[in-house]
């Protein structure tokens, strides 16, 4: 099948420059009745968003002027689960879908996204945040359209414990829940996404380079620096402070927290526990032998992929509706709604996203925020590891012992063999681990794996992957352990699908 959908894209491209002109909601004078007709397509949305999807959908059908009806049956598929659902069975796939940006990578590699016509880019990556057109891009093309720009994180606390003339300072928050026994959530030890704040703050990068087809090609990685050094000086004092929890959830305000870093999607849940003594406020810095530094942040994003189709006219027309869903206007519907950011610059800007208060304290972390682009897999793992190695060091040569473990591991992802790349291993929360060991299959007839036997309990959670990357791994729902017990983890691969039992040994 994706032989078959590469064969039709150079059609569908061009269909796309006809059907995606230069404005935000494009149809050529008198319409384009050449993709006029109607079609049955799914679409997948999160749940959340499933009806005010389906409506917007039938604005697109009562307000364009190309003749084009869509059937669309809007199916609930959070934005997590589109991308491993989509690279499982792209055939059997949505679509339209929405997706989050950390999905895009291996969405190309699996031939699950059809790339925009160049007029379409054009109006999209004008309309909307660089960074967020930026992590729809592979190569030099576009390949999905900005849905967001709100996946990010900054800093709730509790007024009743942390000064408002504190939020500013690191090490004044620290001493504020210290002196209160209060808790200082920020997720360290357990996610690369979050620790690496520390090192944005100094000025470290960690930039990947796709080709065309998605693959990683290069890696300009400064975390072990001096300036990477500095930053785990800065880390060392919160893994360091006693009230330090390895957390992101917002629901611990509710057991003793009074700082949590996380992200608009945990908004009504601390509202619900803090009331008005909510407070919100980008990063605050840390200071290093006498000089101040600003925590940075990763400014992630979902996106609205297009599914490639057989179908030319229906290629061209799909892309018309997913440039009409992404519109300013329609946008501006899902904040109203939904109190999703936008992506879209002229949104961004209004009185009404300006004033809600979750979106402003990310708007103020914008500026010290660093776009999520393409990362490769293995990387979230490879780096997480540091914030522990970082609390274990006991002086700077173990700081320094640190970052030179985490740079090896990355120049190892570029010497890996083949046969390193196509080899599958369990991962999870098993055998003491905690997502962060490897435990190696052997292939043992053609497309069937298993690991060697494994002691594990009720309610360990498992993987397989592929290359000790996320970029390929099944099943898209972790595997639960139901009883205590030795099994034998096996991988049935068929097609784009793979299949995960647990078998008594």
Same mark, same amino acid.
């Given at each position: ?7 039709? *894209? ?20 008198? =319409? ?23 409506? !917007? ?18 199916? @609930?598929?959070?934005? %997590? ?15 339209? &879908? ?12 699996? =031939? %699950?996204?059809? !790339? ?19 992590? +729809? ?5 576009? &390949? ?43 997720? *360290? ?34 975390? /072990? ?16 402070? @006693? ?37 919100? %406020? ?15 942040? &990763? ?9 490639? !189709? ?18 300013? +206007? ?16 002229? +949104? ?49 040569? =173990? ?8 740079? %090896?591991?990355? /120049? ?62 099944? @099943? ?14 096996? *991988? ?14």
């Amino acid at each position: 099948m994706k032989k078959v959908l590469a064969m039709v *894209l150079a059609l569908v491209m061009a269909l796309s420059l006809v059907a995606c002109g230069g404005k935000s909601n494009p149809a050529p004078e008198g =319409g384009d009745k050449t993709i006029g007709g109607t079609y049955d397509i799914t679409v997948w949305a999160p749940e959340a968003a499933v009806e005010l999807t389906k409506k !917007q959908i039938n604005d697109f059908n009562s307000s364009n002027e190309d003749g084009i009806t869509f059937n669309a049956t809007v199916e @609930p598929v959070s934005e %997590a689960d589109a991308g491993t659902n989509m690279v499982t069975d792209v055939e059997a796939g949505g679509d339209l &879908y929405f997706f989050a940006q950390d999905q895009f990578a291996r969405l190309v590699q699996a =031939g %699950a996204l059809s !790339q925009l016509g160049v007029a379409a880019g054009e109006a999209v990556a004008k309309a909307n945040a660089a960074g967020v057109v930026a992590a +729809a891009t592979s190569g030099d093309s576009l &390949y999905a359209y900005p849905l967001t720009a709100d996946n990010g994180y900054f800093m709730y606390y509790d007024k009743s414990v942390v000064s408002e003339d504190h939020v500013d300072s690191l090490e004044a928050i620290i001493a504020d829940c210290e002196a209160a026994n209060k808790y200082f959530s920020m997720e *360290l030890q357990s996610s690369a996404w979050y620790l690496a704040s520390f090192f944005f703050a100094t000025g470290c990068v960690s930039e990947w380079t796709t080709d065309d087809d998605g693959a990683f090609v290069d890696v300009k990685d400064t975390f /072990n620096s001096p300036e990477g050094l500095i930053a785990v000086k800065g880390m060392k004092k919160l893994l360091d402070s @006693p009230m330090h929890v390895s957390s992101s959830k917002g629901a611990d305000f509710a057991s003793d927290s009074a700082v949590v870093v996380t992200g608009m999607w945990d908004y009504d849940t601390v509202k619900g526990i803090l009331g008005d003594n909510m407070g919100l %406020a980008d990063l605050p810095s840390f200071e290093v032998d006498g000089q101040s530094y600003h925590m940075g942040s &990763y400014n992630g994003c979902k996106l609205l992929g297009v599914k490639p !189709q057989t179908d030319a006219a229906k290629s061209a027309a799909l892309h018309k509706l997913a440039q009409y869903l992404t519109d300013e +206007a329609r946008q501006m519907e899902r904040f109203e709604a939904l109190s999703w950011g936008p992506a879209n610059i002229a +949104a961004q800007g209004s009185d009404a996203v300006q004033a809600n208060p979750g979106l402003a304290a990310l708007l103020a972390q914008a500026p010290y925020s660093v776009p999520q682009g393409q990362i490769h897999g293995a990387w979230w793992d490879i780096a997480k590891v540091i914030g522990d190695d970082v609390k274990a060091a006991t002086d700077e040569a =173990g700081l320094q012992a640190a970052l030179d473990n985490y740079s %090896a591991k990355i /120049n190892e992802l570029f010497n890996m063999t083949d046969e390193q790349k196509n080899a599958w291993s369990v991962i999870g929360a098993i055998c003491g681990t905690n997502w962060d060991t490897d435990f190696p299959m052997t292939e043992t007839a053609e497309g069937t794996f298993q690991s060697e036997a494994l002691e594990l309990k009720a309610g360990d959670e498992l993987k397989c992957r592929q290359g000790a990357s996320w970029d390929v791994n099944f @099943p898209a729902d972790n595997v639960v352990v139901e009883a205590d017990g030795t099994y034998i983890v096996q *991988l049935v691969l068929s097609g784009d699908s793979g299949e995960v039992t647990l078998i008594e040994g």
